[in-house]
């Protein structure tokens, strides 16, 4: 669980959803803080106009302590001044020390889906911490956690997401459930003939279920196809969803790739997103390429 929890809210229901989940995913002793980005003097009209600056702080204020207190939670509370939401809280993030930050769905998305918003999504590439997304309509459906989701491939990335997933489980005993994707760009790697494809598929396939079969308390399987698509998929039997950024890009940061960039299109339900690990975690096979090799599947 985490200890240092940022949740981005706007007074919306998405805001909502992300204090449900975060309220999940924090330490019974840890710190949870409830944050509210606005432009204050930031915004040309309002630098000219110094009661209007006021009153949007005030508003601010306001909102804030509306929603901890509708949310039932215990929480400090914080006004940013930023251009961006986004922005506002990876700064934020940066100086508080923050190791988890959660935001909802932006609000054309699917109910059930986690989906964020452009300049969210740009603004929080490059996180100093994990990165929660709560799947629209979250809040609606206040159950424990009872079945955790990760992507897995046996590299250090996958086994840090394997290690999160056991601790975001633990408190509710949940259920731990692992799959790895054989992308079809995997197999185009290998070189072989067509006439070999149907048999070389079942060897690589039974080969990745031994290897999740060695994963004690993990319910695990291997599946063939779009990483992206069968990852997305998979988030209809869980309730959480729990991936590692790219095998490169600066240590300790969120570095997404095409897949994560993808769940964060498409995720079937919540979604976490962890940042490139700094060696604290189990470690596990190198990532199969420098280029393309986010830990959630082999081969992208």
């Known amino acids: 669980m985490f200890k240092n929890v940022l949740v981005g809210v706007d007074g919306r229901p998405s805001g909502r959803d992300a204090i449900a989940l975060a309220s999940r995913l924090t330490d019974p002793d840890g710190k949870l803080t409830l944050a509210h980005v606005h432009t204050g003097e930031l915004r040309p009209s309002h630098a000219v106009t110094p009661g209007l600056v006021r009153e949007e702080?005030?508003?601010?204020?306001?909102?804030?302590?509306?929603?901890?207190?509708?949310?039932?939670?215990?929480?400090?509370?914080?006004?940013?001044?930023?251009?961006?939401p986004g922005g506002g809280l990876h700064l934020q993030a940066e100086e508080q020390g923050a190791d988890l930050l959660v935001v909802g769905s932006c609000s054309h998305g699917v109910l059930g889906r986690a989906m964020l918003g452009d300049d969210t999504r740009a603004a929080l590439n490059g996180?100093?911490?994990?990165?929660?997304?709560?799947?629209?309509?979250?809040?609606?459906?206040?159950?424990p956690i009872a079945k955790v989701g990760v992507a897995y491939n046996g590299s250090s990335e996958s086994q840090a997401a394997l290690a999160t997933a056991r601790d975001v489980a633990a408190p509710t005993g949940a259920s731990v459930h692992a799959l790895e994707v054989l992308a079809i760009t995997t197999f185009a790697y290998t070189g072989l003939v067509p006439p070999a494809i149907g048999e070389s598929l079942d060897v690589m396939l039974k080969e990745a279920d031994d290897r999740l079969?060695?994963?004690?308390?993990?319910?695990?399987?291997?599946?063939?196809?779009?990483?992206?698509?069968?990852?997305?998929?998979?988030?209809?039997?869980?309730?959480?969803?729990?991936?590692?950024?790219?095998?490169?890009g600066p240590v300790r940061?969120?570095?997404?790739?095409?897949?994560?960039?993808?769940?964060?299109?498409?995720?079937?339900?919540?979604?976490?997103?962890?940042?490139?690990?700094?060696?604290?975690?189990?470690?596990?096979?190198?990532p199969d390429s420098e280029h393309d090799a986010e830990p959630q599947a082999v081969g992208r």
């Open 57 to 84: 702080s005030e508003a601010s204020d306001k909102l804030l302590e509306e929603e901890r207190t509708a949310a039932e939670v215990t929480a400090e509370l914080i006004s940013i001044v930023a251009m961006s």
């Open 127 to 143: 996180a100093p911490c994990a990165v929660a997304i709560a799947s629209r309509g979250y809040a609606e459906r206040p159950a």
């Open 213 to 248: 079969k060695q994963l004690p308390d993990v319910e695990g399987r291997a599946v063939y196809g779009l990483t992206g698509e069968e990852l997305a998929a998979f988030g209809d039997e869980v309730d959480i969803l729990v991936v590692g950024s790219r095998g490169y």
């Open 253 to 286: 940061r969120l570095v997404l790739g095409s897949t994560s960039d993808y769940l964060e299109r498409h995720a079937r339900c919540s979604l976490l997103v962890l940042p490139r690990g700094g060696g604290d975690r189990p470690a596990g096979s190198a």
